[in-house]
């Protein structure tokens, strides 16, 4: 039996191969092989270079088992309450790769906003996600303190793109729902083919192709929750005892 026979049997590994057609070999282990795998299609896309490491796929998940064991580049964790160090400080001891958080936009904002990203980096975010409510001056503010970049996020046609990028956002987080590949062109018509740009591209391999034709430069990927993968290994178990039950 060929090492790549006998890798497949006792691992489950699948052929793969990259471009030029060579055989990829891959390494798993039996306590590891259930990890978050975020779509093919993600790889498609250019990438953004960040501070030398080159990043396609970012997981939008604050959840830390989901982030220790998935095959992102990245994490995207953003979440709909206020920013707090110690949750930062949790996403970033335990991520083996870059994560970029959320300092606010809304309700947290101003000064509290710049605090936050100042520790954020202290604590080893490699980038600071603002939402689109954020006002162009505290962009602006953050940028300059910053030495991380500032991605800003564009939620709508009518959003202030280019005023975003002149106050000194560096990337753009674009999260239009549907409408996600026409918000994207709309971008590269007003900042060009250059200007990096991180997208949503949704839970299906047809619409992620679809937002890297659009000009996305990397995608985020919302992963299953916790309790819905849970509930599919348990369902597995009770499969399994059913079957030993009747032997």
Not at 1 to 10: A, D, G, L
Not at 180 to 185: A, D, F, G, Q, S
Request: charged content about 20%; glycine content about 8%.
């Amino acid at each position: 039996m060929t090492y790549k026979e006998n890798s497949q049997e006792k691992y489950g590994t699948n052929d793969a191969t990259n471009k030029s057609g060579k055989f990829i070999p891959q390494i798993e282990t039996n306590l590891r092989k259930r990890q978050v795998i975020v779509p093919e299609a993600i790889y498609k896309a250019s990438g953004i270079n960040f501070m030398g490491k080159r990043i396609k796929s970012l997981l939008f998940s604050n959840d830390i088992p989901i982030i220790c064991n998935t095959n992102a580049q990245a994490i995207m964790a953003v979440y709909p309450f206020t920013p707090e160090l110690k949750i930062i400080n949790a996403i970033c001891e335990v991520a083996s790769v870059p994560v970029f958080v959320g300092i606010g936009g809304a309700v947290t904002n101003g000064y509290r906003s710049l605090n936050i990203g100042m520790q954020a980096e202290l604590m080893g975010a490699k980038g600071v996600v603002v939402n689109a409510p954020m006002a162009n001056e505290t962009i602006k503010q953050i940028s300059e303190v910053l030495d991380v970049p500032v991605i800003a996020t564009v939620l709508s046609l009518k959003d202030d793109i280019e005023g975003k990028v002149n106050a000194g956002a560096r990337v753009l987080n674009v999260a239009g729902g549907t409408k996600t590949p026409e918000l994207i062109k709309l971008c590269r018509k007003l900042l060009g083919d250059e200007f990096p740009i991180i997208a949503t591209g949704g839970h299906s391999e047809e619409h992620i192709l679809e937002t890297i034709d659009a000009g996305a430069n990397a995608i985020t990927y919302t992963p299953q929750s916790s309790s819905e993968i849970f509930s599919e290994v348990m369902n597995s178990y009770r499969e399994k005892m059913r079957k030993y039950s009747k032997i």
